[in-house]
């Protein structure tokens, strides 16, 4: 459900309807808790539930503090991921080039399908959740087979054999760590936990009463706004390959590869 919204709605759509939702339901449900029971607005039990709300509210808050920080840092670690995984291949583009024509080709034709089958085939199986190797691996193998069976004439292509090997290494190696973090999630304790926190702190800010109604209301609507943005960033950054702030393949048509792209 979670992907079919980040895939199918904007951020600022997402960002309406859960912020201006969360406002909307704590601001009705203090006004009519206010009207059933008028004697909050006289602020009798202030001082505990000040108290209480203040306690809960800091735990809270670090709570979703060190949500938010982990989820921008795997955001962050993924386009890293990606944009190596890109420039590796690149430099095998490159390296290609210092081999006889029969080994460039292939080697080329090789990595041309590996990066369009990246963009083309993985991509859309990561922005719906079902990330899987795909059609990356054969391209990978004819890449590995190329280099496997060929034999450097000279020290200038020993050095740009030797490189290109490496790269390639590369390339399994952040293709892995990428779709692992595809698959990555917040653990289901951290949800309940950030999801079900905001639960409880909002309906306690109806707890503390004020002689206006419309400070109140200001009061309330203040801190479910709060709650509902940050509840929102924890749930689009939560997917790194999907939503508006997902991870681009752009990197894979940039630079060297962008040759592969061209008709």
């Known amino acids: 459900m979670s992907l079919w919204l980040l895939n199918h709605f904007s951020t600022f759509a997402l960002a309406v309807v859960a912020v201006g939702g969360t406002v909307l339901l704590a601001v009705g449900g203090s006004v009519l808790l206010r009207r059933r029971h008028p004697s909050l607005a006289r602020g009798e039990h202030?001082?505990?539930?000040?108290?209480t709300l203040g306690m809960f509210g800091a735990i809270y808050g670090i709570i979703l503090a060190f949500v938010i920080v982990t989820l921008w840092t795997q955001l962050e670690e993924t386009q890293t991921i990606v944009a190596s995984e890109a420039t590796s291949a690149a430099l095998i583009s490159r390296d290609a080039a210092a081999f006889p024509e029969p080994v460039r080709v292939r080697l080329d034709a090789a990595m041309s399908g590996y990066v369009h089958a990246v963009v083309e085939d993985q991509w859309p199986r990561m922005r719906a959740g079902n990330p899987s190797y795909g059609a990356t691996e054969a391209h990978l193998q004819d890449a590995f087979r190329v280099l496997q069976t060929y034999t450097p004439q000279n020290q200038s292509e020993q050095v740009f054999y030797e490189q290109?090997?490496?790269?390639?290494d590369d390339v399994a190696a952040q293709r892995r760590a990428r779709i692992t973090?595809?698959?990555?999630?917040?653990p289901v304790l951290l949800q309940a936990l950030a999801f079900g926190?905001?639960?409880?702190?909002?309906?306690?800010?109806?707890?503390?009463?004020?002689?206006?109604?419309?400070?109140?209301?200001?009061f309330v609507a203040s801190v479910a706004g709060l709650v509902g943005f940050s509840l929102l960033l924890v749930f689009v950054l939560d997917r790194p390959f999907s939503g508006d702030l997902s991870v681009s393949p752009v990197p894979y048509r940039e630079g060297a590869l962008a040759r592969y792209w061209t008709p």
């Open 46 to 51: 202030n001082d505990m539930v000040g108290v």
């Open 164 to 168: 290109a090997v490496g790269h390639l």
């Open 181 to 186: 973090m595809a698959r990555r999630e917040l």
């Open 197 to 218: 926190g905001a639960l409880v702190l909002i309906p306690l800010t109806f707890l503390y009463g004020l002689r206006k109604l419309r400070v109140q209301v200001l």
